[in-house]
Each structure stands twice: as structure tokens, then as C-alpha cells.
């Protein structure tokens, strides 16, 4: 006995010596496990941000080779790849997501969420414009810079060929109804001006300057939008006989998801030439940076103060949740935007994240991010409204506020119409320019940094767009907790007014009386017949 009670205090000791050893085994395996697991989970995020890094480090170890324009195209090869197979699913995507959005919701629905989306994009785009604007009076980056012009850095003198403001604002309502639905997808409908000779009877010879309508390759997202919203509606008008037509456009969006969950894995390599061949193309960014560096800090420091504190702060107003949480889960749509420089090309990446990764309604994401990659475009406006500043202060032109209201109204309404692709925004300055009557003539230094700037634009645009899908998506779930709290009162309630009429109405207490004789005397009568 006494030698088996050693034993049991020898193991008891041995187990008290090894206990710590085995307890820290485990926490190294738990934590590896841990860190194997999380890799797992952010495989796609870890990947993404390694390819920006690794496309830095190649391009500016690549610079130094001097490549030919034909060297830099094979090396960019990769990266238009992953552009091409982005902007493939662009229009199934767009088409089918809307239809289905719009069928799933009723008409109160669709119209509520409509109008809070539509007061969010407006509200926000107008601060941002507001806030480029300040931003402009307070760093003033086009203060000493009259010296700058394009020749001297080297830069191309062509500028785009500006509009009337009329004429673009008649464009836009134009490409809401487009003509035929098959065009839309790769043309959009667009103003052009011929000048037509004229003599007077007095002799003198007069130029006159007449708008004629063409169509520019581009895709007509606008038209699409529209016509798939409209469909969507009518189908749930159908009721029964669109149930077929719905379910296919269901399941073509579930299929179109499934094709961007596997294009999302070639998106490190792509975004690594992207980025890579953007920096061997660059020829003296130095020289740009220090003459227009004061311009591109205050474009980048407008998004950063509109992205980062103005936006996270509407969301947590509207939520009270954490808005750095949310974004976190979208670290790879928002470094897709970095490199591409194109919301529309960010689309399909970021209705996959807000999903999966932010437990977003499908029917919200899919209803509000296609709408809000059209029409909000936060990052641009800011840019626009940035340049417009720029340029007055470059020909040393005071704005009145007269000119300021009109900035910030046109910038607004133009950045609706502006394309979701690499240099959208820059035909768009164009209009500010023309409505508060500044020459067009240095575009060209905007274009000279707009790779630059747009990166930061584009990344602003899908931001405000995702968080105001979460915005969208807490009203939501809130407003069917109310309706959930409501009925279950209401049954509550009507429980107890049950039990109450039962014991204080007389016709309930005649019946239950009437009942209790019958069953009282049913066993007599019962007796009786025995």
C-alpha cells in the first residue's frame, strides 16, 4: 500500500513537473494553428497586398533596364489580362444583379432604399466637393505656379475636346434611354461639334459651331442601369408568369459570382504588372512631383480626410458600429481599385467581399453597388473640384461665389455621368471649366499627374459606395427587427385579450355554462339508459 501511494505522489509530481512543458506545447500549437487558420481565411487579402509591394519592387527594379514601349506593353501583358477579364463581367454582372435586386424587394421597399441611396450619394458627393473646394482656398496649390506649362515639363499639348455644359447635361439624360439595348453595351452616345461656314450679306465670313450626335466606344452603364431597374419591377409586377424569367436571372448572377470568385485569385499577379509597368512607364517624376507637388498633395490629402474620417463617420452616425471593421473586410476590392484606377473594373471584387467578408443582403449589395459604381464618385468629385481651384489660381483668376456655387453644382451633377474607368473624370473638368468660364488649355497638366491622383480617386469612389451599402443594409435588417418586435406584441396582446373576454364576457361564460351542463348531464343520461 505505502509503495503504491509513492508511486501514485510520484506520478502526481511527474505529471506537476511536465504540466507546464505540455500546457506551453499546446498554446505554441494552438497558436500555429491560429496563424495557419487566419492565413487561410485572409489568403486573398495577404496575397493582394503582397502583389502591390512585389509590383513596386519590379518596377523600379526593371526602371533602371531602360525598356523599349514595346518591352514595357509585354510587360504590362498580365496585367491588362486581369483588366480584360474584370470588364468581361462587367455587363452580366450589372444586368443581372440589378434585375434580380430589384425583383426580390416590393415596390416600398425598392422605393425606400432608392430614395435613401439616392440622399446618401448626392450628400456625400456634395461634401466632398465642399471639401476640395476648402481644401483649395487653404493650401492653395496653384499659387506661384503660373510659370507651369506642358512644354516645359515635357508633357503633350493636346487637351480634350471640351463640351457645352448644356450639351453634357443633354447627354446624360440621352444615355438613360439608349436607342438599342445591344449598343449600349459597348458605345455611348456623346456630342461632337462641326463648324459650318457661313457668309452674311454683309461680306464677312462667320464660323459657326453646331453639335452633332456620334457614338464613342465605351460601355452605356447608365442606360443599363436604368432598363435593368425597370425590368426588375416589371417582372415582380407579373407575379407568377415572371417567376421563370427572375429565377434565370438569379441564376445567372450566382454563375457570374462564381466566375469572380476564381478570376479573384489571378488578381495578385495582375495588379503586380499593373503596377510594375505604371512605374517603368513614369519618365521624371520628379520633376512632376516638384512643380506640381503641392497640387497632388492637396487632391490626395482631400481623399484621405473624405475617406478616412468623413465617411467612417457618417457610417458610425448611421450605425453606431465600427467603420474601420467594416472597410478591413474590403481590403482587396479597395487594392484592386488602387491598381486598376476603374470602380466599374472594382465591381465584381467588392459585391464578393461586402458579402462574404461583411454579411451584406445580397439584395442590398446587389441592388445598391452597381447603381452606386454609376452615380457616386465621392474620390472624383473631389479631384474636379480640386483641379477647377487649380487652374483658377494658375491664371490667377479670384472665384467669386457665384463661380464656387457653380463649381460645386456642376461637379455634383457631372460626377454622375462620369465614366468608371482610368481618366473618367478628366473630360469632366472640362464642363466645371466651361460653366465658370476658365480656359481649357491646361488640362494637360492634370493629365500629367492624373495616374497619380486617380489611383487615390477610384479607391475613395468604392468606399463610399460600400459603406453606403452597409448603411443601407443596417436599416434594413433594422426596420425587420421592428416589424418582428410589432408582430409579436400584437400576439402577445392578442393572447391576452382572449383570456380576458373569456373571463368577464357574459355570452363566453353563458356557453362555457351551457357546455358544463351538457357534459354534467351526459353521464346521467348515460346511467338512465343503462
Not at 29 to 47: D, E, P, S, T
Not at 397 to 405: E, H, M, Y
Not at 445 to 471: M, P, S
Request: proline share 4%; charged share 15%.
Amino acid at each position: 500500500m505505502e509503495a503504491a501511494d509513492e508511486e501514485k505522489a510520484g506520478n502526481g509530481r511527474n505529471g506537476r513537473a511536465g504540466g507546464p512543458a505540455a500546457a506551453e506545447q499546446r498554446g505554441g500549437g494552438g497558436r500555429l494553428r491560429g496563424c495557419w487558420g487566419f492565413l487561410r481565411r485572409n489568403a486573398l487579402v495577404v496575397l493582394t497586398v503582397s502583389g502591390v509591394v512585389a509590383g513596386v519592387a519590379l518596377g523600379a527594379a526593371v526602371r533602371g533596364a531602360a525598356l523599349s514601349p514595346a518591352q514595357v506593353a509585354y510587360l504590362a501583358f498580365p496585367g491588362e489580362l486581369l483588366l480584360r477579364m474584370l470588364r468581361m463581367v462587367i455587363l452580366p454582372l450589372v444586368v443581372c444583379s440589378l434585375v434580380s435586386g430589384a425583383a426580390s424587394l416590393d415596390t416600398r421597399s425598392l422605393g425606400r432604399l432608392g430614395g435613401i441611396a439616392l440622399g446618401y450619394f448626392l450628400g456625400t458627393t456634395l461634401l466632398a466637393s465642399g471639401l476640395a473646394v476648402a481644401l483649395g482656398f487653404i493650401v492653395r496649390p496653384g499659387a506661384g505656379a503660373s510659370a507651369l506649362n506642358a512644354p516645359g515639363l515635357g508633357l503633350p499639348g493636346g487637351v480634350p475636346t471640351s463640351k457645352e455644359t448644356v450639351d453634357s447635361f443633354l447627354d446624360l439624360v440621352r444615355n438613360l434611354f439608349p436607342g438599342n439595348l445591344v449598343a449600349a453595351a459597348f458605345r455611348t452616345y456623346a456630342t461632337e461639334y462641326k463648324m459650318l461656314l457661313r457668309n452674311t450679306t454683309s461680306g464677312n465670313v462667320t464660323w459657326e459651331k453646331i453639335p452633332v450626335g456620334t457614338e464613342i466606344e465605351g460601355m452605356n452603364i447608365l442606360g443599363l442601369v436604368l432598363f435593368a431597374l425597370v425590368l426588375g419591377v416589371a417582372l415582380k409586377k407579373l407575379g407568377q408568369e415572371g417567376e421563370d424569367l427572375i429565377r434565370f436571372f438569379n441564376s445567372f448572377n450566382e454563375a457570374t459570382m462564381v466566375l469572380v470568385s476564381w478570376i479573384m485569385w489571378y488578381v495578385p499577379i495582375g495588379i503586380m504588372f499593373l503596377v510594375g509597368s505604371k512605374i517603368v512607364e513614369m519618365e521624371d517624376i520628379v520633376l512632376l512631383v516638384t512643380s506640381l507637388g503641392k497640387y497632388i498633395f492637396a487632391s490626395i490629402l482631400g481623399h484621405f480626410i473624405h475617406g478616412g474620417i468623413i465617411l467612417p463617420l457618417i457610417y458610425f452616425a448611421s450605425t453606431r458600429q465600427n467603420p474601420y471593421r467594416f472597410l478591413l473586410g474590403l481590403i482587396t476590392p479597395l487594392a484592386t481599385a488602387f491598381a486598376t484606377c476603374s470602380s466599374s473594373a472594382t465591381l465584381p471584387s467588392m459585391i464578393k467581399c461586402i458579402e462574404e467578408n461583411n454579411g451584406v443582403d445580397k439584395r442590398i449589395s446587389r441592388f445598391i453597388l452597381p447603381i452606386g459604381a454609376t452615380v457616386n464618385m465621392d474620390g472624383a468629385a473631389i479631384f474636379q473640384c480640386m483641379a477647377a481651384v487649380f487652374i483658377a489660381q494658375l491664371n490667377n483668376v479670384d472665384l467669386n461665389p457665384g463661380q464656387i456655387f457653380t463649381i460645386l453644382v456642376t461637379a455634383t451633377a457631372s460626377s454622375v455621368g462620369a465614366a468608371g474607368v482610368p481618366a473618367g473624370g478628366v473630360l469632366t473638368i472640362a464642363i466645371i471649366l466651361e460653366a465658370i468660364g476658365l480656359p481649357t488649355n491646361d488640362l494637360s497638366l492634370i493629365l500629367a499627374v492624373d495616374w497619380i491622383v486617380d489611383r487615390t480617386t477610384t479607391v475613395v469612389n468604392v468606399e463610399g459606395d460600400a459603406l453606403g451599402a452597409g448603411i443601407l443594409n443596417y436599416l434594413n435588417e433594422k426596420e425587420k427587427k421592428d416589424k418582428e418586435q410589432e408582430l409579436k406584441e400584437v400576439k402577445v396582446e392578442a393572447v391576452a385579450n382572449s383570456k380576458s373576454e373569456g373571463e368577464t364576457s357574459p355570452l363566453v361564460t353563458h356557453k362555457n355554462q351551457v357546455s358544463n351542463t351538457t357534459s354534467t348531464a351526459d353521464p346521467e343520461s348515460k346511467e338512465s339508459v343503462l
